[in-house]
Nanobody, 115 residues
Framework: QPKLVESGGGLVQSGGSLRLSCAASGFTLSLTAMTWARQAPGKELEWVSKIYSDGGTWYLDSVKGRFTISRDNAKNMVSLEMNNLHPEDTGVYYC?????????WGQGMQVTVSS
């Protein structure tokens, strides 16, 4: 059973930085594409970034050049480094293996960017 625990969120001023971490267990991380998604109040879930098992990455256009996704298979960790944060980056951030139903995701981590 996959288990995902996010950490590292918080409140930051516009232009600031945060690093989100995701501790993954219950599956083989090295063979799995991992994603970060976010949901702002009143808005639909939005995919932010993905890292494939071969290390390839994908980013939402609005975060390109500001966010960096990485993985440490030995530690079963996935991270999202977020720089130059904007107020529109505010939301609850989730990490999940690609294809995992949302019901099996973790609690997520609140990120709030003040203007």
């Amino acid at each position: 059973q996959p288990k995902l625990v996010e950490s590292g969120g918080g409140l930051v001023q516009s232009g600031g930085s945060l690093r989100l971490s995701c501790a993954a267990s219950g599956f083989t991380l090295s063979l799995t594409a991992m994603t970060w998604a976010r949901q702002a109040p009143g808005k639909e879930l939005e995919w932010v970034s993905k890292i494939y098992s071969d290390g390839g990455t994908w980013y939402l256009d609005s975060v390109k050049g500001r966010f960096t996704i990485s993985r440490d298979n030995a530690k079963n960790m996935v991270s999202l480094e977020m720089n130059n944060l904007h107020p529109e980056d505010t939301g609850v951030y989730y990490c999940a293996p690609e294809g995992l139903p949302r019901l099996s995701w973790g609690q997520g981590m609140q990120v709030t960017v003040s203007s």
